[in-house]
Every structure is written in structure tokens, then in C-alpha cells.
């Protein structure tokens, strides 16, 4: 893909990195191009998450994430949006067999998409990978807590935190991110206390989702955010709208005027032979 002329007044990683402690760094998932155009003048960053299995492909977890699908939905959101920090995740078996597989799937994706930097989940266990990333210099956002591709492994979605032995492994998760060069970290599904403590416990952003309002910046799934959830609402989400009403209620009202012949109206079809009616 060529290089994206907006790039240079873009929100950059180091941009993200700067505003620890400061005004909260505003964060939503974004995956389409019109939905990127939409939330782009209002967000710091954009996440094409691997959530996007889930949400748009119906997948019953993130491990239905290819690298294509995320190269793909990448390039959608960067023509979508020139402002925001574009942040693309990297999907489940294209970084842990080794560092030199993470860097090259890393290259491929900011190379495809132009993005400012990718995401990957883990904490000791992935450190290695985040160097070598970074070690490119590609701009990596870790991401500790509650780890959605762990989801059957783990038995579930299990919030994190609740015992001793899981905070301390929660601050070894912590530092060894930053240690290894990451820009920022989102700590998902953890005790709102212990994601308290990880934030000041370490020097680079801490993002939120189902953690605590101390966290640097907060996200949210689109989708959930807008009320578009089919399934269960979980408990960490707020909905700004009620999309899936909305949609539901347009879809009602078409399907009745269609059957009816309501629409199509006049002022909908072409009845001059000039060629002059509005297209
Ligand atoms: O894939 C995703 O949408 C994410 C966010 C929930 C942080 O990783």
C-alpha cells in the first residue's frame, strides 16, 4: 500500500506514550471505513481489534482472526480516518512461535496498511515478541489482564486479580511489557483495584476496558458502545445508543412499505426521458 499522505498529523504512538497521567487517552475499536470516518474526529486512537471475528464475522471467538482479515479492516479504517492513531491487533498464530515471526507479521501488517502500530496479547510469555517488534520500529501496545485469544485455554472469560498470586503475576505482566518497549498496554477483565495499581506500578499508558477510571485512556468495542450487541450486553459495557433498535425499527418500517408498495415513492424513481432527474 502506498504511504498515507495524512501520516505525518496523525496522533502518533509517541504522542500516546506522553500523556501518561494526563487528560485521558479516548480509545474505541473501529473496523469499517465508514464507521472509522465517523468516530475518527472524536477518538485518540483507533483499534482495529481482532474482536472484529467476533462482531462482523460472527466467529464464537477472536482465534477466527486472520492476519488477511486484519490487514483487511486496517486498510479500511486508514482511508477512513487522518487523525487518529491507528492501533492494528494481531491475530492468534501469527506471533508466538517465535520473535522473528511476530516482527515479520508485524512488518506485513504495517506495511499493507500504513498503520501506526500493532497490538499483541501477553505479558512474560509475549515480552520477547514485543522486542523484536519493536526492535523494527513498529510501535507495539501490549495488552495484560483478561486475554480473549486465552479465552479456552482459561475455561472462559475469567476476570483477573482476585487472588495474590495472580496480582503479582499481573505486575510481572506489567513490567515485562514495558521493559520490552511497548508504547502503552490495554488491561482488560481486572479487578478495578489491581488495574489501579498496574497504572501507577508502571510508566506507559494503561487503556481500560472492564478495569478502572485511574487507567490512562479507556476503550470500548464499538459495536457494544452503540448498541448494536446481538447477544449478552457484558457488565464492564455502557451504551451510548441503541443502534440495534434503531436498525430494527428502519428494517420493520422498510419491510411494511414494501410489501404495501409504499416505497418506492415517486420522489425515489427516474420519470423524465431528459435524463435530468437527480441521480
Ligand atoms: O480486539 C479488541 O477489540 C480488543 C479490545 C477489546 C481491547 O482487544
Redesign the pocket.
Known amino acids: 500500500m502506498s504511504r498515507d499522505p495524512s501520516a505525518d498529523s496523525r496522533i502518533s504512538a509517541e504522542d500516546i506514550r506522553r500523556r501518561k497521567g494526563g487528560v485521558p487517552i479516548v480509545c474505541l475499536?473501529a473496523y469499517t471505513y465508514p464507521v472509522a470516518r465517523l468516530l475518527d474526529p472524536h477518538v485518540d486512537l483507533l483499534?482495529v481489534?481482532?474482536?472484529?471475528a467476533m462482531?462482523l464475522h460472527g466467529h464464537a471467538t477472536?482465534l477466527g482472526a486472520s492476519l488477511e482479515m486484519m490487514i483487511a479492516h486496517g486498510q479500511a479504517v486508514m482511508r477512513g480516518s487522518a487523525r487518529a492513531c491507528v492501533v492494528v491487533?494481531m491475530p492468534a498464530g501469527s506471533y508466538e512461535a517465535s520473535p522473528a515471526q511476530a516482527a515479520a507479521a508485524a512488518k506485513r501488517i504495517v506495511e499493507e496498511t500504513g498503520c501506526q502500530a500493532v497490538?499483541l496479547?501477553g505479558g512474560v510469555d509475549t515480552a520477547s515478541r514485543i522486542a523484536a517488534i519493536v526492535a523494527e520500529g513498529i510501535p507495539v501496545m501490549g495488552?495484560i489482564g483478561l486475554q480473549?485469544q486465552s479465552v479456552e485455554k482459561d475455561g472462559g472469560y475469567r476476570i483477573k486479580g482476585r487472588t495474590e498470586d495472580n496480582i503479582a503475576a499481573l505486575l510481572s505482566d506489567a513490567e515485562a511489557v514495558e521493559e520490552a518497549g511497548a508504547f502503552s498496554v490495554?488491561i482488560?477483565g481486572t479487578m478495578e483495584v489491581v488495574a489501579a495499581k498496574l497504572t501507577r506500578h508502571i510508566s506507559i499508558p494503561t487503556?481500560g476496558?472492564g478495569a478502572s477510571a485511574d487507567c490512562d485512556g479507556q476503550?470500548?468495542?464499538i459495536d457494544d458502545m452503540v448498541g448494536m450487541t446481538v447477544d449478552r450486553v457484558p457488565k464492564f459495557v455502557k451504551e451510548y445508543a441503541d443502534l440495534r433498535g434503531v436498525m430494527a425499527d428502519a428494517a420493520a418500517r422498510y419491510a411494511a412499505e414494501v410489501r404495501s408498495r409504499a416505497f418506492p415513492g415517486p420522489e425515489h424513481v427516474f420519470t423524465t426521458a431528459s435524463g435530468k432527474d437527480k441521480t
Not at 481489534?49 to 472484529?52: R, T
Open positions: 475499536t483499534l481489534g481482532d474482536s472484529v462482531v477472536t491487533d497490538k496479547e495488552h480473549p490495554v482488560e487503556i476496558i476503550i470500548l468495542v
